[in-house]
C-alpha cells in the first residue's frame, strides 16, 4: 500500500513529505493507521544529527495514537478496529527483563529496533525501490507504520487521539518516572528541574499522589505559570537566586528534597538535583538525556550519606499494561494533557513544529493526520 509519510532523507534538513510504499505487517506484526502524533525531542534530537545511532533515511516520529488496520499471522492481542498506542519499549513479557518484573526495558526486539528495522532484520517502508528505515519501532510521522504487536498497548475507543498519542512518551515518561521510579510518597517534598513537556508531567504526577511541596525549577520565568497550572507550589528561577542554587533549594525544603528530578538533560543540573536532596533517604531521579559524550559527577560522599541516584526511561512504565491506565487517568480527570497541546498542526506543516520546539514556544505540537 501507500502512505503519506514525513521522511527525514538525511540530517539537519527538514522533513520531506511524500507517499511511501508499506509492505503488509507480517507474523507478529500489526499495520496501524496513525491518527495524531506528537514532535518530541527525541525526534529532533536524530534530525538534527546529534544522534550518533541515527538512520536515514527514515520516517521518525514515537509518539502516536491510532487504530489498528491489519494483523499479521499469530497476532492475538490486537484486532483490527483496536485503538492502540505505539511503543518505543516494548513489553513482550517473556523476555528475562519482562519475567524479572524489576524493569520496563523489554530486551525481545532491542537489537533490530535499534537498527531501524523489524524484528525479522527488514523494513516495511520503501520509496522509489530503496529501503526507508523505521525509527524507535514507532515511525508515527506516517500515516500508516507497522509495529510488533509486543510493540502497541490497546487503549479505551473514547480517548481523543489528538491527546493522548502524548501518553505514548511525554505524559507516561513525568507521571511514570514519580509513580513507578521514585515511587513518591503522600507529603513528600519535590523538585523538578526543567519545566518543559517531561517536567509538567513530573509536576502533575506528584500533584496526584499527593506531594506536599513541588518545587519547579527553570531559568526561564514563563515557566512559573505553566508550573502552577498543573500543582506546582513554589518556582525558582536559578539565575536569580543569590548564591548556590542547591543551598536554597535544600533551605526552602528543610533540610533537603525528599524527591528530585532532572528533566533538563543538563548534566550540571543533573548533579544540583541530587545534591538538593534530602541526606539519608533522598532519591534523585535522572530523566533528562544529556548529549552524547557527557558525564555525571558528583563527590561520592554524597552517595555514602544515603541519597540515591537514578534514572528512568518511559517513566518505568510496562507499555502495554501501564499505558491503557494512563489513559483512563486522563479520561478520568486525574491528570490533565489538554492545556499541554500547545499546537495542532496538519502533515505539511510538520516542520513548523520542530520549529516551535527550537524557539521554546509549544509544550507539545501535534500532527493530526
Ligand atoms: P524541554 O526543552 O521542553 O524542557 C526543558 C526545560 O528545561 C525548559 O523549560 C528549559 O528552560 C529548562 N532548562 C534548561 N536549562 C536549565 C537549567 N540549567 N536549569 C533549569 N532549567 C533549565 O524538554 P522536554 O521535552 O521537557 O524534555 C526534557 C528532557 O527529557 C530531554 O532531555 C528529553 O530528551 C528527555 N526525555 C527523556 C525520556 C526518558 O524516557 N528518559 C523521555 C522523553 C524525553
Ligand atoms: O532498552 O536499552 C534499551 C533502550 C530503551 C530506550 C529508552 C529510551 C529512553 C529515552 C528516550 C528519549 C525520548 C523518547
Ligand atoms: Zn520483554
Not at 6 to 17: D, G, S
Not at 324 to 348: A, C, E, R, S
Request: hydrophobic residues 40%.
Amino acid at each position: 500500500m501507500k502512505t503519506r509519510a514525513a521522511v527525514a532523507f538525511e540530517a539537519k534538513k527538514p522533513l520531506e513529505i511524500i507517499e511511501l510504499d508499506l509492505e503488509s505487517p507480517k507474523a507478529g506484526e500489526v499495520l496501524v493507521e496513525i491518527k495524531a502524533t506528537g514532535i518530541c525531542h527525541a525526534d529532533a534530537y536524530t534530525l538534527d544529527g546529534f544522534d550518533s545511532e541515527g538512520i536515514f533515511p527514515s520516517v521518525l516520529g514515537h509518539e502516536g495514537a491510532g487504530i489498528v488496520r491489519e494483523i499479521g499471522a499469530g497476532v492475538t492481542s490486537v484486532k483490527p478496529g483496536d485503538h492502540v498506542i505505539p511503543l518505543y519499549t516494548p513489553e513482550c513479557r517473556q523476555c528475562k527483563s519482562c519475567l524479572s518484573q524489576k524493569t520496563n526495558l523489554c530486551t525481545a526486539i532491542r537489537a533490530t529496533q535499534g537498527k531501524g528495522v523489524m524484528p525479522d532484520g527488514t523494513s516495511r517502508f520503501s520509496y522509489k525501490g530503496k529501503t526507508v528505515f523505521h525509527y524507535m519501532g514507532c515511525s508515527t510521522f506516517s500515516n500508516f507504520t507497522v509495529l510488533p504487536e509486543i510493540a502497541v498497548a490497546k487503549i479505551r475507543e473514547d480517548a481523543p487521539f489528538d491527546k493522548s498519542c502524548y501518553i505514548g512518551c511525554g505524559v507516561t515518561t513525568g507521571v511514570g518516572a514519580v509513580v513507578n521510579t521514585a515511587k513518591v510518597t503522600p507529603g513528600a517534598n519535590v523538585v523538578v528541574f526543567g519545566l518543559g513537556g517531561i517536567g509538567l508531567n513530573v509536576i502533575q504526577g506528584a500533584k496526584m499522589v499527593g506531594a506536599d511541596k513541588i518545587i519547579g525549577v527553570d531559568i526561564n520565568d514563563s515557566k512559573d505559570a505553566w508550573g502552577r497550572e498543573f500543582g506546582m507550589t513554589h518556582f525558582v528561577n536559578p539565575t536569580k537566586v543569590q548564591g548556590d542554587i542547591v543551598q536554597h533549594l535544600v533551605g526552602l525544603t528543610d533540610g533537603g528534597a525528599d524527591y528530585t528530578f532532572d528533566c533538563t538533560g543538563n548534566t550540571k543540573v543533573m548533579r544540583q538535583a541530587l545534591e538538593a536532596c534530602h541526606r539519608g533517604w533522598g532519591v534523585s531521579v535522572v530523566i533528562g538525556v544529556a548529549e552524547s559524550g557527557k558525564e555525571i559527577t558528583t563527590r561520592p560522599f554524597q552517595l555514602v550519606t544515603g541519597r540515591v541516584w537514578k534514572g528512568t526511561a518511559f517513566g518505568g512504565a510496562r507499555g502495554r499494561t501501564d499505558v491503557p491506565k494512563i489513559v483512563d487517568w486522563y479520561m478520568d480527570g486525574k491528570i490533565q494533557i489538554d492545556p499541554m497541546i500547545t499546537h495542532l498542526l496538519k502533515l505539511d506543516e510538520i516542520n513548523k513544529g520542530f520549529d516551535l520546539m527550537h524557539e521554546g514556544k509549544s509544550i507539545r505540537s501535534v500532527v493530526v493526520f
